[in-house]
């Protein structure tokens, strides 16, 4: 029997009116806010766990700070964006639900409490740290950027989003004073754009004759070339991350060759991922997959585990990171 798609495509305008029960106002900020999508700003933490500050309290208490502004500006980019697209998402069988496109939330109050979001996070990004301020304000033109004109220009649409996790990691090591290696960031960029280019073509392949439709640049992408793409930087990912753990700079940061033995998680974790994409049709939310995949999920928590101890294990040497000057 010919196996189904979860998400029959469609290429017509998708009215959000009684697909869902309508929310208050209160409820439909916070879920435009889409706390669910969160879960991307946990690379703000790998600072404090490569610089083995996990367990100094006050580097702690700075790295969630740092994560909860970043969640902040997030949701203040996820509002703009939702205002930006409101009529393209109501081409969308999924994004058609979402408040600002269903009407449940004005445009206007959107972008008023946007405002007020991004003035309070950036002034505590600033109060955290100077240089993390200047971080998430370039965070913040960034995305802007994005929403306003490169969601539109092919392949500068998905390197933006790509440098976006980029400087969540800097943005994270900046908040608690480490400088982060060059290795995980291109280890950080080089995952972002897989993870970018898979959306990209879910995006594509389920919209079908409608992807135009819904957002302008799918029609300068084909699956036959965003699988190009994504072998690329599939390949890439896997080959920065092993040389990274391999290279004698790395071993003689942490005094230990065991990095190296974190290998197959990333290995298992990008295969499976390459799996739910390409034979259960997912890949439209990265964050969703990695909470509601069990398998996902537990790689990376053992990968994390791993790297833990590793790092933090009796062998270990000097650390990957110094303070910054």
Known sequence: MARQPL?????RDVSAAGSVPRRSRLAALAVSLRPGQWTKNLVVFAGLLFGRQLFDPAALAKACAAFAIFCGLSGVV??????ADRDADRQHPLKCRRPIAAGELSPA???????VLAAVALAAAFWLRPAFGLTAL????????????????????????????VLRAVGGAVAIDVAISHWLLVCTVLLALFLALSKRRHELTLLAEGATGHRRI?????PYLLDQMIGVVTASTLVAYMFYTISPETMRYFGTPYLALTIPFPLYGIFRYLYLVHQREGGGSPAEMLVTDLPLLLCVALWVAMVAVIIYGPWRGPAAFGPLR
């Not at 109050?109 to 405002?115: P, R």
């Not at 004109?149 to 989003?161: A, M, N, P, Q, S």
């Open 7 to 11: 998400v029959e495509p469609v290429s």
């Open 78 to 83: 996820y509002l703009f964006n939702d205002v």
């Open 109 to 115: 109050f959107a972008v008023s409490t946007a405002v």
């Open 138 to 165: 370039a965070y913040v033109l960034l995305l802007g950027a994005y929403s306003a004109r490169l969601k539109h220009v092919v392949i500068l649409d998905v390197l933006t989003i790509a440098i976006g996790f």
């Open 218 to 222: 799918l029609g300068e992408y084909s």
